[in-house]
């Protein structure tokens, strides 16, 4: 499955942005899609996930209120709704997918190129 994450930009401290991941090639509705992040000179970190049916959602305890994840399997499609945005939120955003319901980046073989997330203060 290919994955194309979009929406990243510019945005000032408490603005508002939406990610999309956009899948083709093979349908979504299997997998959990999970969303990272990777500050410069720091690791990939999960940001959050959403069990393929929808049912379930994990959030990295930095997001949990400000960052809602969902998705539309109709549309092959995840988005990812970030609120409140605070500086050390800018990071390059990946999501990924799985056939397994895991906030670990390694046992995520499907990935989207990222796009960057930049928040000034």
């Known amino acids: 499955v290919q994955l194309q994450a979009s929406g990243g930009g510019l945005v000032q401290a408490g603005g508002s942005l939406r990610l999309s991941c956009a899948a083709s090639g093979r349908t979504l509705s299997s997998y959990t899609v999970g969303w990272f992040y990777q500050a410069p000179g720091k690791e990939r970190e999960f940001v959050t996930a959403?069990?393929?049916?929808?049912?379930?959602?994990y959030y990295a305890d930095s997001v949990k209120d400000r960052f809602t994840i969902s998705r539309d399997n109709a549309k092959n499609t995840v988005w990812l709704q970030m609120n409140s945005l605070k500086p050390e939120d800018t990071a390059v955003y990946y999501c990924a997918a799985s056939p397994i319901r895991t906030p670990r980046a390694a046992l995520y073989p499907y990935w989207g190129q990222g796009t960057l997330v930049t928040v000034s203060s």
């Open positions: 959403i069990s393929w049916s929808g049912d379930y959602t």
